[in-house]
Each structure stands twice: as C-alpha cells, then as structure tokens.
C-alpha cells in the first residue's frame, strides 16, 4: 500500500492528533482508522463521473508511534470500480498538505 508516514510519535502528540481525528472525523468501524473526505474539485474525471461512488476519501490510520495517510482514494460504497485507484499528483499533494496543516495546527514538530 502506499501510503504518506509520520513515525516516532510520542504520546503526547498522538493524544493530540487522536482528539483531533475524533473530533472532525469521529471513529469509524476499525479502531485507530479514520476516513477524510476528498474534496470534490480534486476528483478526476472517472470519479467526478461516478455519483453513485461518490462521496470519495483517503484513510488515516493513527497509533501511538506513527501516523499513515494511505494514498488510495476510495469509496466506501464498493470494494471495486474503476473509481477507486492511488491517487493522482494533486490529489496526493492535498493528502501531504493535509498531514501538514494538521501537525502546524497542533503545534506538532515532526
């Protein structure tokens, strides 16, 4: 998988991301797993096409040494489509800009 990953967290700053994540993403089915919704002027063309896919997202897998951005955007709709593949340049650079502004936010050195 590939996947965008911060490691040699220490605790204290994963207390910080996990209330964070909790907060705007609330938990999800698997512990420590969060789904952020990719935004919609970043789909591409066949998932801009896909409605019924729609809505798209990236997982964020957080424990208490590293945090991971998986750079595959899914859907949550289905297991497989045409739709769901790793992400293209920009969405990418939004997923990387993403895990910054967060630990800018948090006052988080990494």
Known sequence: MKQYRIDELRYEDYEK???HLDERFGSSRVENLYWVPVEEHLLDEIQA???????FY?????NTMAISFEL???TR??????CIHYANTEQRESII??????FETLKILS
């Open 72 to 74: 595959l955007i899914r």
């Open 77 to 82: 709709n289905r297991v497989r489509c045409d």
């Open 49 to 55: 096409a896909h409605t019924n896919c729609q809505p």
């Open 17 to 19: 991301l996990k209330a």
């Open 97 to 102: 800009r993403f895990a910054d502004t967060m």
């Open 58 to 62: 990236f997982a964020v897998e957080l």
